[in-house]
């Protein structure tokens, strides 16, 4: 083999020390092998809502991961296109940077897009794979981007967000939730119905305003200041006007006083994707009741009365819940049994010492508020079966669960799904156990 002369062993070293030299230079990241955290942000919550000309608003909480270790910052941005794609990109072109869902772990959809249905949007976000099919899906009172601008001024002190009380909800709170993946199989399954919880937002104090003013600025210069007053330097390029907006939210809350949610206590329920009604807070308890995932919060009874008088309202603290929903066919007759089977912690229950020395017993005490508990959970459960029978949707699956029971039968008894609610009228079982 012919060896190479001193000379293109020179020109090769060069060549080589040069191409390194460059790709330092260009390429920092490369040289202290840490990751391009500047190319990118991290978006934690979207919002949907309809817009002008058919076109569908995209406002994202999104994070910029800070170097060193340091937490990044927190704001919303705006974006609009004709698709979820497009939205996507157009926000990613407005803030300068690639926005990524895959930490995002809550959907909104505002009101009006509801009513004209969301099947485009939700089977998008599952087919994608661009987000978690365990995101929280949930209903905005009014507009998505205004809850989710508000909900970006919570205040840090209150080290709380709506990611938070999300978490919250699932864990502690009597509010029914509903995941990505789970309102796109209840839609596309007997009945096609399932729910969303309402989230209402309220503005912080008088002068949390002027985020919102000064992202109408920054949004009529073309993504350059982005919140005037109440938010921050935006860093688009200019892609879209509503890039401008980016900011607003924080701006809410830097001025005034603290955003807070102001009810979450009725869900909106769907059929086909579409929006057909609203639940308020009992028929939503009914919701709750057969939602096994709601197993943990506070219940009131708000009157108990015992041997003809009345002790007052007292408060449970759930600590488990199990449910079952048992349908059958008694030839061509539908029946359903929803079957709650529940531990409650008395949280006052100093108050009955009263009548314990009155020579009552526990156990007398004790059945009666489990009888009072009983009544109260099949009134409720029937409540939102009668406002299902109204509006001819069924979040309960009852059908589904007739369907699955006998789906020869069920085919034979009813031409539509919609029969079942000519039919039907579930019984409820209720054991409780009170600690």
């Not at 939503?284 to 015992?306: A, P």
Request: hydrophobic share 35%; proline share 3%; with cysteine.
């Amino acid at each position: 083999m012919k060896k190479l002369s001193a000379n293109k062993k020179l020109i090769i070293y060069k060549v080589a020390v040069i191409a390194l030299a460059l790709l330092f230079m260009f390429y920092p990241g490369v040289a202290d092998k840490q990751p391009q955290i500047d190319s990118r942000v991290m978006v934690t919550s979207i919002g949907f809502d309809d817009y002008e000309d058919g076109k569908l608003m995209l406002t994202a909480v999104v994070t910029v991961p800070a170097s060193g270790g340091t937490s990044g910052k927190e704001t919303t941005a705006s974006a609009d296109g004709d698709t979820i794609g497009e939205s996507i990109a157009n926000l990613s072109r407005a803030l300068g940077k690639n926005a990524t869902l895959s930490h995002c772990g809550m959907v909104a959809f505002g009101r009006e897009l509801c009513m004209r249905g969301i099947e485009r949007e939700i089977s998008y976000l599952v087919a994608s794979g661009l987000i978690s099919d365990g995101a929280s899906v949930i209903a905005a009172d009014g507009k998505a981007q205004e809850l989710i601008d508000t909900a970006a001024g919570l205040s840090e002190a209150a080290a709380f967000s709506l990611g938070s009380f999300l978490s919250f909800a699932v864990e502690n709170a009597q509010i029914p939730m509903m995941s990505l993946l789970r309102f796109a199989s209840a839609s596309e399954s007997k009945g096609k119905s399932a729910y969303m919880p309402i989230i209402k937002m309220g503005p912080g104090g008088d002068q949390s305003g002027k985020g919102e003013q000064g992202g109408e600025q920054g949004g009529s210069q073309g993504g350059g200041q982005s919140g005037g007053q109440g938010g921050e330097q935006g860093e688009g390029s200019g892609g879209s006007g509503e890039s401008g907006q980016s900011g607003g939210g924080q701006g809410q809350s830097s001025q005034g006083e603290e955003a807070q949610i102001l009810s979450s206590d009725k869900t909106l329920i769907f059929k086909d994707y579409r929006a057909e009604c609203e639940f308020d807070k009992d028929a939503t308890m009914s919701i709750t009741w057969q939602d096994s995932q709601s197993d943990r919060g506070l219940i009131k009874l708000d009157k108990f009365e015992f041997k003809g008088e009345d002790l007052g309202p007292f408060t449970f603290r759930m600590k488990k819940k199990g449910v079952k929903i048992k349908a059958k066919w008694n030839g061509d007759s539908p029946a359903v049994r929803v079957c709650v089977d529940a531990q409650l912690e008395i949280e006052d229950s100093h108050r009955l010492s009263e009548k314990q020395q009155e020579g009552y017993t526990e156990q007398e005490l004790m059945m009666q508020m489990r009888k009072s508990l009983s009544e109260k959970f099949d009134k409720e459960i029937l409540t939102g079966w009668e406002k299902a029978v109204e509006n001819k949707v069924d979040p309960f699956k009852f059908g589904y669960n007739l369907y699955k029971k006998n789906p020869k039968t069920y085919e034979r008894v009813f031409a539509a799904d919609d029969d079942v609610f000519d039919v039907l009228r579930p019984e409820t079982e209720i054991k409780l156990l009170i600690i």
